[in-house]
């Protein structure tokens, strides 16, 4: 990761919560293709930081590895207002996003097919 990157990452450790929405935004704008990035805003949504969590989904879906749809991916389940924006994000998602979809749902109960 490089040293702009580490820095904007920090400050999701460190920072306030204005400066945290600000960090998450540039991650989604600069689309990075580092796992460490799609690690953290993962482990920033599990949390539960209520609300960071609608600026944490928009950028994990801008990133849109596959390892960032499939962090998205495991919160459609979570029913209320992350899971809807899980959906909206993903409906949009395009061919990138394909493949881990298909492979999600395969593997998901029936019900939830």
């Given at each position: 990761m490089n040293?702009?990157?580490?820095?904007?990452?920090?400050?999701?450790?460190e920072g306030s919560p204005?400066?945290?929405?600000?960090?998450?935004?540039?991650?989604?704008e600069l689309q990075p293709s580092e796992p460490a990035v799609v690690q953290t805003l993962?482990?920033?949504?599990?949390?539960g930081e209520g609300f960071l969590a609608p600026f944490l989904i928009d950028a994990l879906a801008?990133?849109?590895?596959?390892?960032?749809?499939?962090?998205l991916l495991?919160?459609?389940?979570d029913g209320g207002a992350m899971?809807?924006?899980v959906r909206q994000v993903l409906g949009k998602a395009g061919t990138q996003a394909t493949?881990?979809?298909?492979?999600?749902f395969d593997k998901a109960a029936p019900d939830l097919q």
């Open positions: 040293e702009t990157l580490k820095s904007v990452v920090r400050v999701l450790e204005e400066l945290k929405v600000a960090a998450v935004q540039i991650l989604g993962a482990a920033l949504l599990e949390r801008r990133i849109g590895s596959e390892a960032a749809v499939r962090v495991e919160h459609l389940t899971a809807e924006r493949r881990a979809i298909a492979e999600h």
